[in-house]
């Protein structure tokens, strides 16, 4: 007799977990480099209009860029975090009582 419905293999769950937790890891390096690169390069806007308009706009651009790296990170630090719980539910209905 088979049973219809979804199956889910707890280790497969648990890789995918750790593959994003990785994935974060490496992010955050990434991230680390482009933040030496915004400190290596300076403010390097030049010296007529468009480069009195870039020094006003960098730092929010800057931001922007820094805050979508830092997103990113949280993304898939709760993807990893949420398949880690999830693999954990999967485990106790697989084995209820231990």
């Given at each position: ?71 990113y990170i949280d993304q898939l ?22």
């Amino acid at each position: 007799m088979t049973v219809s419905g979804y199956n889910a293999e707890t280790q497969g769950i648990l890789r995918y977990g750790k593959a994003s937790a990785e994935e974060a890891e490496r992010v955050r390096g990434i991230l680390h480099d482009v933040r030496e690169a915004f400190v290596a390069a300076g403010r390097p806007m030049g010296h007529d209009q468009y480069g009195a308009q870039m020094e006003k706009d960098f730092p929010v651009m800057r931001d922007s860029v820094i805050n979508a790296f830092n997103d990113y990170i949280d993304q898939l630090e709760g993807v990893g975090e949420g398949m880690h719980a999830t693999a954990g539910h999967y485990r106790a209905a697989e084995h209820p009582g231990t």
